[in-house]
């Protein structure tokens, strides 16, 4: 919790405080995961080394205020890499790109920068390791995602995406013996386990990944609202509507039988959900910045929500290095940048 916002919250408020004040369970972990804390360094610390334009393909982490900031600094983002004139600098998001995106960036002699989240990384190596194996891949995730186009483009021949178990069914494949299956990785816990079942009712001999591809700052923020919702009548997600983890948040939260909203700020807050509440959850997807945190609860604070606790579930301390492109331009400029600008 950073310094302004424990600076909000009322002297003498504690866990102790009485279950008749209305109180906000802030809840810990959330927001930014390591992930996007590199992504949004890249940019910055692109924009401070190279100046301004740099070019951005889609948005660096599905949050519109971050994007929007980033934008005022000298970020231009775009959707394709045709929008970016050649031999320009461009940055891919965090959600990763296909190898059909990098062909047509060293066609167009563009200088690029590498942002993907290194546990988006992990997932596309995985695909073209099945594949070479000659497996068939099923790959679980939402089809109009970033993340999951980027994955698909790595071995499209061989690759089919489902988003529910009900589209198991329809499922056909080559050799059922030779199936292997990945994940997105910022869906629901349970909805990936429900259709990970239905894949191995289907194909007894499907394998999937020596680790999990749901991402620890996913899984971790779910947990924390699964551990919470039954003591708030109402849980608050932060987070933009084009952000998977935050979705799945408050996916969590209803499923549990507790009323859960996505808000981008306090101003998406209705003055109805709050009423006949006495105790309120808040969180924040892995892409939402503290300071729209701050501001919900400043206004929850403002409409008699006066004891604040801060719930924290689990600790993380994840870090991810910077992309290569960028240690050695900092390192070409003299080592000026040697602490990534938060």
């Given at each position: 919790m950073t310094k302004s916002a424990v600076e909000s919250i009322p002297a003498g408020n504690t866990a102790g405080s009485s279950p008749s004040q209305k109180r906000v369970l802030l809840l810990k972990p959330r927001g930014f995961c390591a992930g996007v804390v590199r992504a949004i360094d890249?940019?910055?610390?692109?924009?401070?080394?190279?100046?301004?334009?740099?070019?951005?393909?889609?948005?660096?982490?599905?949050?519109?205020?971050?994007?929007?900031?980033?934008?005022?600094?000298?970020?231009?983002?775009?959707?394709?890499?045709?929008?970016?004139?050649?031999?320009?600098?461009?940055?891919?998001?965090?959600?990763?790109?296909?190898?059909?995106?990098?062909?047509?960036?060293?066609?167009?002699?563009?200088?690029?920068?590498?942002a993907t989240c290194p546990l988006v990384t992990k997932v596309h190596i995985e695909a073209v390791k099945f594949a070479r194996q000659g497996y068939s891949l099923i790959l679980i995730g939402h089809r109009d995602h970033d993340e999951i186009e980027g994955t698909l483009g790595e071995v499209p021949d061989v690759t089919?995406?489902?988003?529910?178990?009900?589209?198991?069914?329809?499922?056909?494949?080559?050799?059922?013996?030779?199936?292997?299956?990945?994940?997105?990785?910022?869906?629901?816990?349970?909805?990936?386990?429900?259709?990970?079942?239905?894949?191995?009712?289907?194909?007894?001999?499907?394998?999937?990944?020596?680790?999990?591809?749901?991402?620890?700052?996913?899984?971790?923020?779910?947990?924390?609202?699964?551990?919470?919702?039954?003591?708030a009548d109402v849980v608050l997600v932060v987070g933009s509507t084009n952000s998977s983890n935050s979705n799945r948040l408050v996916e969590v939260s209803r499923n549990l039988g507790t009323m859960g909203y996505l808000i981008d700020?306090?101003?998406?807050?209705?003055?109805?959900?709050?009423?006949?509440?006495?105790?309120?959850?808040?969180?924040?997807?892995?892409?939402?910045?503290?300071?729209?945190?701050?501001?919900?609860?400043?206004?929850?604070n403002q409409s008699g929500f006066a004891n604040v606790e801060e719930?924290?579930?689990?600790?993380?301390?994840?870090?991810?290095?910077?992309p290569p492109e960028i240690v050695q331009a900092i390192g070409s400029a003299g080592g000026a940048q040697s602490d990534p600008v938060r």
């Open positions: 890249v940019v910055k610390i692109a924009l401070e080394t190279f100046g301004a334009p740099i070019y951005v393909r889609r948005e660096i982490v599905h949050n519109r205020y971050v994007v929007n900031e980033l934008a005022e600094k000298g970020a231009i983002f775009v959707h394709e890499i045709d929008d970016v004139p050649e031999g320009q600098r461009v940055i891919y998001s965090a959600h990763g790109v296909s190898p059909a995106v990098r062909e047509i960036s060293k066609a167009r002699h563009l200088k690029v920068i590498d089919q995406v489902v988003s529910s178990a009900r589209e198991v069914e329809t499922l056909q494949v080559p050799d059922p013996e030779r199936v292997a299956y990945l994940t997105q990785t910022t869906l629901s816990l349970d909805e990936a386990r429900d259709i990970i079942h239905a894949l191995k009712a289907k194909f007894p001999k499907i394998v999937g990944p020596h680790s999990q591809d749901i991402c620890y700052a996913t899984e971790n923020r779910q947990v924390a609202v699964r551990n919470v919702a039954h003591k700020n306090s101003q998406a807050i209705d003055p109805a959900w709050l009423q006949n509440v006495t105790t309120v959850a808040v969180t924040a997807g892995a892409s939402a910045p503290e300071i729209l945190v701050e501001d919900v609860v400043n206004y929850l719930v924290e579930v689990m600790p993380e301390n994840v870090r991810f290095g910077l």
